[in-house]
């Protein structure tokens, strides 16, 4: 089980310093936006720190994005009420302590694991 975060762990985890060198570990992935993980990729090198999900929370699937972005913008706002924040666990890289939100979007007929780097500017 997870801890949920409120507003202000996320905020204090999300402003936390970044590594400012390449990652041997996790820089294959340089996802500014969201992004399904590589095949390749090696999760193992990712520790889960906490989930944006509360539970009980009625679900919500709207998106936020009042400059028009989309889910993929590089530029799209982190906005933790909105989907597919709201559904989302961060974790760090076990390596460099990088920060990244991942979530698992369900379709009719496969399961995509989607990763994107925190970006501290981008939370609404
Ligand atoms: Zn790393």
Partial sequence: MLKELSRSEFLEIASSPQPKT???KCSSLVCSGWETVPGSFDL??????????????PERWEENHPNGTNIWSENAPISIEFHPYNRSDVYECKQ???????????????????????????IT
């Fill in 96 to 122: 460099c302590s990088r920060k990244y939100l991942r979530y698992t979007e369900y379709g009719g007929y496969y399961v995509d694991e989607r990763i994107r780097a925190l970006d501290p500017k981008l």
């Fill in 22 to 24: 390449e990652c041997s």
């Fill in 44 to 57: 193992d090198c990712l520790k889960p720190i906490g989930t944006l999900r509360i539970e009980g929370a």
